[in-house]
């Protein structure tokens, strides 16, 4: 644990995200190893299968994820103010309220999993293959919950070590077993796509598991038999009024997705198949601006909790720099070896070709959205860290799904720059976000969010 209150801004951004980076960074290289084992063992369709489902899953988790994130300012906060009682309070009302929502979300979306299927125009040669990946995938959401909500404790006490070692633990199960359940071991038959899922869902429980099993060891807040379960009405609405508006930021996003998914894979399985290729790389270059956006909203919420508002004006101006400086690298390095960095994903051969040069054309444009990126994440994260997060969502709704879907269908139809127009949709629709956000973090409204008004009478227990 790590308290942000006192000593060098620029070394806690840098101390708190490197870690945090590494960790996330493993996420990706988990998820690319996985598509790349699908690529390689099952084809360019099997591919295309994996990513048609990918929006339609994106849109359980961010209720998940935005409870966790709810989570995380709280206890950054309550950190901040060395308050211990509140923190016990926090950790109860926060986790069981999350995993009741977890499985409720869950359940609606096992029922409507066939009209998802339908909103995102999957073609037919792969429908099955998508809908068994996508099946499996949401009923076994409530054990990535496990895990997301644990990593969100750990970061609101500042340990980002620890979040590492989860990830690393996450990274080598999914590494090992989703392989295996593709190609089949022992009594198991080979699984196909299905196998994937299968790997990721295993992979995620045992995590959980062993993880919660290490931070009884060495955490003296995971350990359940220590939290305070007395109902408070105040942090479960905190959580709610703060994670909502952010799921439902991440949902906006979700559905963009959806909306833009559905309209690539209206110029058949090559463009999708570079599409979901191209979605893997961008979250490998993302994750290092989106960790220290991360780094930023612990940092600046301990801070806020603590009333020490220059150091989270601080915050936001080392996270851009280090963020800036991190994207430029990744716009220059996507910019020029975007050719190779597909074929990574197939083997080259005729049939392949194609899918390789829609790769290609896609980075044309994309490999210059993650400085707006490194803008985006940063702001958010500070903003979120005060639980502003209606703002964000709607600042998200405006970007996405106001200016960056009709722009984009305008761009692909009427005015015929095919699917290159959804990449340039894309990235004028986020330049145009960096503005929006950076007029409202002018603006100062956040400043006069409190989320907590005064310490616990019990603060020092």
Same mark, same amino acid.
């Given at each position: 644990?790590?308290?942000?209150?006192?000593?060098?801004?620029?070394?806690?951004?840098?101390?708190?995200?490197?870690?945090?980076?590494?960790?996330?960074?493993?996420?990706?290289?988990?998820?690319?190893?996985?598509?790349?084992?699908?690529?390689?063992?099952?084809?360019?369709?099997?591919?295309?299968?994996?990513?048609?489902?990918?929006?339609?899953?994106?849109?359980?988790?961010?209720?998940?994820?935005?409870?966790?994130?709810?989570?995380?300012?709280?206890?950054?906060?309550?950190?901040?103010?060395?308050?211990?009682?509140?923190?016990?309070?926090?950790?109860?009302?926060?986790?069981?309220?999350?995993?009741?929502?977890?499985?409720?979300?869950?359940?609606?979306?096992?029922?409507?999993?066939?009209?998802?299927?339908?909103?995102?125009?999957?073609?037919?040669?792969?429908?099955?293959?998508?809908?068994?990946?996508?099946?499996?995938?949401?009923?076994?959401?409530?054990?990535?919950?496990?895990?997301?909500?644990?990593?969100?404790?750990?970061?609101?006490?500042?340990?980002?070590?620890?979040?590492?070692?989860?990830?690393?633990?996450?990274?080598?199960?999914?590494?090992?077993?989703?392989?295996?359940?593709?190609?089949?071991?022992?009594?198991?038959?080979?699984?196909?796509?299905?196998?994937?899922?299968?790997?990721? =869902?295993?992979?995620?429980?045992?995590?959980?598991?062993?993880?919660?099993?290490?931070?009884?060891?060495?955490?003296?807040?995971?350990?359940?038999?220590?939290?305070?379960?007395?109902?408070?009405?105040?942090?479960?609405?905190?959580?709610?009024?703060?994670?909502?508006?952010?799921?439902?930021?991440?949902?906006?996003?979700?559905?963009?997705?959806?909306?833009?998914?559905?309209?690539?894979?209206?110029?058949?399985?090559?463009?999708?198949?570079?599409?979901?290729?191209?979605?893997?790389?961008?979250?490998?270059?993302?994750?290092?601006?989106?960790?220290?956006?991360?780094?930023?909203?612990?940092?600046?919420?301990?801070?806020?909790?603590?009333?020490?508002?220059?150091?989270?004006?601080?915050?936001?101006?080392?996270?851009?720099?280090?963020?800036? =400086?991190?994207?430029?690298?990744?716009?220059?390095?996507?910019?020029?070896?975007?050719?190779?960095?597909?074929?990574?994903?197939?083997?080259?051969?005729?049939?392949?070709?194609?899918?390789?040069?829609?790769?290609?054309?896609?980075?044309?444009?994309?490999?210059?959205?993650?400085?707006?990126?490194?803008?985006?994440?940063?702001?958010?994260?500070?903003?979120?860290?005060?639980?502003?997060?209606?703002?964000?969502?709607?600042?998200?709704?405006?970007?996405?799904?106001?200016?960056?879907?009709?722009?984009?269908?305008?761009?692909?139809?009427?005015?015929?720059?095919?699917?290159?127009?959804?990449?340039?949709?894309?990235?004028?629709?986020?330049?145009?976000?960096?503005?929006?956000?950076?007029?409202?973090?002018?603006?100062?409204?956040?400043?006069?969010?409190?989320?907590?008004?005064?310490?616990?009478?019990?603060?020092?227990?």
């Amino acid at each position: 644990m790590q308290d942000f209150t006192d000593g060098n801004i620029a070394k806690h951004v840098i101390n708190f995200s490197t870690p945090l980076m590494f960790g996330h960074l493993l996420l990706s290289v988990y998820g690319i190893i996985n598509m790349i084992w699908v690529g390689h063992l099952m084809g360019h369709t099997a591919v295309a299968a994996i990513s048609a489902t990918v929006p339609i899953i994106m849109l359980m988790p961010p209720f998940l994820i935005g409870l966790a994130m709810a989570t995380n300012v709280l206890i950054a906060q309550a950190f901040g103010r060395k308050d211990t009682a509140l923190l016990k309070k926090i950790l109860s009302n926060s986790f069981f309220a999350s995993i009741i929502f977890c499985l409720t979300i869950s359940a609606i979306a096992l029922l409507f999993r066939h009209q998802l299927m339908e909103w995102v125009n999957v073609p037919d040669e792969i429908h099955d293959m998508a809908l068994s990946y996508l099946t499996i995938m949401i009923a076994t959401l409530v054990f990535q919950f496990f895990v997301n909500w644990m990593t969100a404790m750990l970061r609101g006490l500042g340990d980002a070590i620890t979040v590492v070692k989860i990830l690393i633990m996450l990274t080598v199960f999914n590494v090992t077993l989703v392989p295996l359940f593709i190609m089949g071991f022992g009594p198991v038959p080979p699984l196909g796509v299905s196998g994937a899922a299968i790997g990721t =869902a295993l992979a995620a429980l045992l995590t959980g598991i062993i993880g919660y099993i290490y931070l009884l060891r060495h955490n003296p807040y995971i350990n359940m038999h220590g939290w305070d379960y007395s109902f408070d009405w105040h942090i479960i609405r905190e959580v709610f009024v703060i994670g909502v508006p952010a799921s439902l930021q991440m949902l906006v996003v979700s559905l963009s997705g959806i909306f833009i998914l559905s309209l690539v894979n209206s110029f058949g399985t090559d463009v999708t198949a570079a599409f979901g290729i191209g979605m893997q790389v961008d979250m490998l270059a993302t994750i290092p601006v989106m960790s220290i956006g991360i780094a930023a909203t612990s940092i600046a919420g301990q801070n806020l909790g603590a009333q020490k508002i220059e150091r989270v004006f601080e915050t936001l101006r080392m996270a851009i720099f280090f963020a800036l =400086a991190i994207s430029l690298v990744c716009t220059l390095a996507l910019a020029i070896f975007s050719n190779q960095i597909g074929a990574i994903f197939l083997k080259e051969s005729a049939q392949h070709a194609n899918v390789l040069n829609f790769v290609g054309g896609y980075y044309k444009w994309m490999a210059y959205i993650f400085p707006c990126f490194a803008f985006i994440f940063v702001i958010q994260g500070v903003l979120r860290s005060a639980g502003d997060t209606v703002a964000l969502m709607v600042l998200s709704f405006i970007a996405l799904i106001v200016i960056r879907v009709p722009l984009a269908y305008l761009l692909a139809g009427p005015l015929d720059f095919k699917h290159e127009g959804i990449w340039m949709a894309m990235l004028f629709s986020s330049a145009l976000a960096v503005g929006l956000n950076l007029l409202y973090y002018k603006g100062g409204r956040w400043k006069k969010k409190r989320i907590f008004r005064e310490k616990t009478a019990n603060n020092q227990k």
